[in-house]
């Protein structure tokens, strides 16, 4: 009865209308993503008869090039209005993945239209939510940030369960670019709902008149490692998120190749357990309530990484795949509460003047190493086979808690800097 009424009380926690349209806009920005979730290598495969080596390019190289791009854009926009940038972001989306149906419609669509539209939506992405986390901060008081991060956390889940069984009956329906449209299309809706947010934004000073010096390129990743706590939780993140995911392609290997399960069994042993994560994001803020945000960081962090080398015993049948949606249930319900968390202490930890270059850092490393493990994964893979190499990911894993901060963190209080070369 009791956690019934903090249930309550974190769905009816009033956060304002500005902070609605920003929810708003992200839930239909994340809706058109997952609608689209595969679109890029369905059209590769069906439309341009792509082979596995320029599939794979798509996911991995699109992701570490849009990341490259994004380094200098995290200094760039830390001194401009965060409204704008999201704005421009989301249309910058909104154009580059149009250019796809509209070239498919033409017959002149090319695999390298693919790969440099997947470049532009990686780096819009990570200067997006660089931005969108500064922009938070100043919209909502501190004591407002782990609920407001809880609901974009339910909310990502949620468009999680219903955007790809929506999407692939749309791709049935209406062809293989379908929810590549619905997804342009998203981001137009998201960009019309931050300009509605409307208020006056304050523009950020520059403590220094001169312009962008190279060395601001790397200040977010400095802020990070002279940090004690969030430095242990950056290598954390990066590990974590990489193993886990350089894992999927080998599992989607196992079980629709070798195992023989039906691609709606695939789809189904993600997609059912995702409602996990939109029940632990809805239990983030009571956990923290009652345990604090340290312990809920340290022991829950400590919990998501003993599910996945449960995956190696994997086995065809019924069980095989009751297996597979009970690892994934129990990944994704501990990561429904971490990640709300986890975000929200960063953002606590970080000096507002640093937030969008250490926001670029974070997002910038992680999906380098996730592109960079993913590769390395396929050739463990290719030498070893899907599952030895999906359990070695999974005892890999087992060490990550070794990562995570061993003390509460005090005050926030600026790191100390590293030294310059003036």
């Not at 955007?163 to 981001?187: E, F, K, Q």
């Not at 009970?326 to 319900?333: D, K, M």
């Not at 975000?343 to 930890?349: G, P």
Request: overall charge positive; charged content about 15%.
């Amino acid at each position: 009865m009791r956690s019934g009424h903090r249930l309550g009380h974190l769905l009816g926690h009033r956060l304002g209308r500005r902070f609605g349209w920003l929810w708003g806009a992200y839930g239909t920005s994340a809706l058109g993503t997952w609608l689209a979730f595969g679109a890029f290598p369905l059209i590769a495969i069906q439309v341009l008869h792509a082979g596995p080596a320029e599939v794979a390019a798509l996911s991995s190289v699109g992701a570490a090039v849009g990341a490259a791009v994004a380094v200098p854009l995290g200094p760039w926009v830390e001194f401009r209005r965060k409204r704008p940038v999201l704005i421009a972001m989301d249309l910058a989306r909104f154009a580059a993945l149009l250019t796809i149906p509209t070239a498919f419609a033409l017959g002149v669509l090319t695999f390298l239209q693919l790969l440099l539209v997947s470049v532009v939506v990686a780096a819009a992405d990570i200067t997006f939510r660089a931005a969108s986390g500064a922009y938070l901060k100043t919209l909502l008081p501190a004591e407002d940030l782990l609920v407001a991060n809880a609901r974009f956390e339910s909310t990502a889940w949620t468009t999680t369960i219903i955007g790809p069984p929506l999407g692939g009956a749309a791709i049935g329906l209406l062809g293989p670019v379908a929810t590549v449209v619905a997804d342009a299309v998203s981001y137009l809706l998201s960009a019309l709902g931050i300009r509605a947010i409307g208020g006056h934004e304050p523009r950020p000073e520059r403590r220094e008149a001169a312009r962008m010096r190279a060395g601001d390129l790397l200040d977010g990743w400095r802020y990070i490692l002279a940090d004690a706590t969030l430095r242990p939780l950056f290598f954390n993140t990066a590990l974590f998120n990489g193993l886990v995911m350089a894992a999927e392609p080998l599992l989607a290997v196992l079980m629709l190749g070798r195992l023989g399960y039906a691609p709606w069994e695939y789809g189904l042993a993600f997609a059912a357990p995702s409602i996990g994560g939109l029940l632990g994001s809805r239990l983030a803020r009571p956990l923290v309530t009652r345990f604090g945000q340290h312990r809920v960081l340290v022991v829950v962090g400590s919990l998501r990484a003993l599910w996945p080398v449960g995956l190696a015993f994997l086995r065809p049948g019924t069980g095989g795949l009751l297996l597979v949606m009970g690892v994934e249930l129990g990944l994704i319900f501990c990561c429904g509460v971490f990640n709300p968390v986890y975000a929200t202490y960063r953002l606590e930890r970080t000096a507002p003047d640093r937030i969008t270059r250490t926001l670029s850092a974070w997002t910038v490393t992680t999906k380098a190493s996730t592109a960079l493990l993913t590769a390395v994964w396929g050739v463990l893979g290719g030498l070893l086979g899907p599952r030895t190499a999906i359990g070695l990911a999974g005892v890999l894993l087992l060490a990550t808690p070794l990562l995570l901060p061993r003390r509460a963190a005090a005050t926030l209080s600026e790191p100390e800097p590293a030294p310059s070369r003036a």
